[in-house]
């Protein structure tokens, strides 16, 4: 129907092909990279939690489980389901019993709460969540609750864990005969960072995203014997596929799902599992450096130490050897597509000092300048890339489109970037109005929207401070209605009441009488922005 179209994304013809031919896209979908796996080494382990140690047998068994199960309760192929589960082992046989259905998960992270989850679940026109029942001590069934009774197209909860009076997903069994799937469709939808207001859906096919993994794995040099940590929430495109996990299991590889990347977690894990190799952000390979001279755990099994999601500093790049006695690889990454890395033999100032370059020969890469003109190699200027794959539209949202890709089907990025010999790519800011906090990013606007909800709030702008710890926190500069004097822990509390990620409440809060601006006529929000950033930089 209109209000729900059915997932696409469409290539042109000349360039499918291409990707075809080149063997990129290879007509597989995730159904069967797990049965080919299962066929190479059924009794490998697969996938372990605190909980579970699954072999790629178990793996498969129980998906295949789990897709009769989605299907007998009505779900039909091409229906969206909504998956809001933490780092436990149960994520597989949930998201490839999706897959083996011909069902589409759009991924939520366990941040999420009912604000973004309603919006996915419309947006997206799901019928159906998959949820685990508690986390890190938060009850995720009231949520699921909450969204259902917003949306009443979501027929069905299930449940891993205590079900309660939901689906369990262990009472899921195999039924009807399982579809044909078609690996050029949309295999689920990805969530984006959220540039400007509410967080976009990011259709990704069966063929363009195991390519992309595939060839991570490749580039991280994964193999059987190679074990992977899942530090970050698994829902991340980051731990997911870069190489991820998936990129993991396509190698053979065993996958560590840790519940939370705290160091002490982590370090137990990584000599418990003898963990090879694990990504995080910026903030937490600090963590991790600092405690890595007294933890108890040996940490000798790491050779990489993957940090992407934002900027990791030279400075702090360079002490990953001397603390934590692995390689260091550098990750700009992007949910929508354009994944780059430093690679493992890449001399140490490339390493250090820039952030890798694209995984593919066929990764079209422009840097342009605010005329849309290249720049001189090595100036920096707007990142946009076209390629095997990033996407050419956002799900059901022609404004965003519009907006955020060339006729010619180029993604612009929002990224400042400038292009070093040998096509290495050094962040140097962004365009757009987001905080990128600790990885997490999150749109000026939409925390705007939240806080001009509250009567005591005449206007609001948000904006990016430096953080020596998070890379940026939020800064939100108030002017309070008349007659009011709100303060920072009403509005921060107010913005929890509307169920948002707590990652979105604002870090501070300014009040200030007025926006003084030099913008006249219709004041562009990103010049008000950049004007207050820079009054509260300047301590003005
Ligand atoms: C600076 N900025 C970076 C980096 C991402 C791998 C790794 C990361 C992501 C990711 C991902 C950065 N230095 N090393 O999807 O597969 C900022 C850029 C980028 C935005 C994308 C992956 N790595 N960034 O972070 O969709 O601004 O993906 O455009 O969450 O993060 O955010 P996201």
């Known amino acids: 129907t209109q209000a729900h179209p059915v997932p696409q994304q469409i290539w042109p013809d000349d360039l499918a092909a291409r990707y075809r031919e080149k063997g990129y896209w290879r007509g597989e979908t995730f159904g069967d990279v797990l049965r080919a796996r299962v066929a190479d080494h059924p009794d490998r382990l697969a996938v372990v939690d605190d909980r579970n140690r699954w072999t790629y047998a178990d793996l498969l068994a129980r998906a295949t489980s ?9 779900l039909k192929p091409g229906d969206r389901v909504i998956v809001q589960v933490p780092n436990i082992a149960h994520f597989f046989p949930a998201v490839f019993g999706l897959f083996l259905a011909g069902l589409v998960p759009v991924y939520a992270l366990p941040a999420h709460r009912q604000t973004e989850l309603i919006h996915f679940a419309k947006r997206s026109g799901a019928r159906a969540m998959v949820i685990a029942d508690r986390h890190e001590g ?5 949520l699921a609750r909450l ?5 009443p197209d979501i027929a069905h909860i299930i449940v891993i864990g205590d079900a ?16 044909q799937v078609d690996p050029s469709a949309v295999a689920f939808l990805q969530i984006s960072g959220g540039s400007t207001g509410l967080s976009k859906l990011i259709p990704r096919t069966h063929d363009d995203y195991i390519y992309s993994f595939r060839a991570s794995a490749e580039i991280c040099r994964l193999t059987g014997d190679s074990v992977y940590m899942a530090a970050l929430p698994v829902a991340h495109n ?11 299991l396509h190698a053979g590889a065993r996958v560590v799902m840790a519940p939370n990347p705290a160091a002490e977690t982590a370090f137990s894990l990584i000599a418990r599992e003898g963990v090879t190799i694990t990504g995080v952000v910026p903030p937490l390979a600090l963590l991790w450096m600092a405690a890595a001279p007294r933890t108890p755990h040996d940490l000798s099994s790491l050779q990489v130490l993957q940090v ?43 390493i250090t000092g820039t952030q890798g370059r694209p995984i593919s020969p066929d990764d079209e890469v422009l840097i342009l300048d605010d005329n849309g003109d290249p720049v001189p190699e090595g100036e920096p200027g707007h990142l946009l890339a076209r390629g095997p794959y990033t996407i050419r539209g956002y799900h059901n949202d022609p404004a965003a489109n519009a907006r955020s890709f060339t006729p010619d089907g180029f993604y612009r990025t929002g990224d400042i970037v400038k292009r070093l010999p040998g096509g290495y790519l050094v962040v140097q800011g962004r365009a757009g109005d987001h905080i990128n906090r600790a990885g997490e990013k999150v749109s000026a606007e939409e925390i705007e929207d939240h806080l001009l909800a509250h009567p005591a709030v005449f206007d609001a702008a948000v904006v990016s401070i430096p953080d020596e710890f998070l890379g940026e926190r939020s800064c939100a500069f108030v002017i309070p209605a008349e007659g009011t004097s709100p303060r920072a822990p009403e509005l921060k509390a107010f913005m929890r009441g509307r169920g948002v990620a707590e990652f979105k409440v604002p870090d501070q809060v300014v009040f200030v009488p007025e926006f003084r601006t030099t913008a006249v006529g219709k004041v562009s929000r990103n010049v008000l922005r950049a004007e207050l950033r820079s009054r509260y930089l300047n301590k003005e």
């Open 147 to 151: 969204v259902q009774a917003e949306v």
């Open 66 to 74: 789990a897709a009769g199960g989605y299907l007998s309760l009505g």
């Open 308 to 350: 992407g999601g934002a900027k990791f500093i030279p400075e702090a790049a360079a002490r990953v050897r001397p603390t934590l006695g692995c390689t260091l690889q550098q990750v700009f990454g992007m949910a929508e597509g354009l994944v780059n890395y430093t690679r493992l033999d890449d001399p140490e100032e490339i």
């Open 238 to 248: 980051f731990p997911m596929s870069s190489p991820g996990v998936f990129g993991a």
């Open 138 to 142: 938060f009850d995720y069934r009231p």
């Open 164 to 179: 309660g009076d939901h689906v369990a997903f262990d009472s899921l069994r195999a039924g009807p005969a399982l579809p």
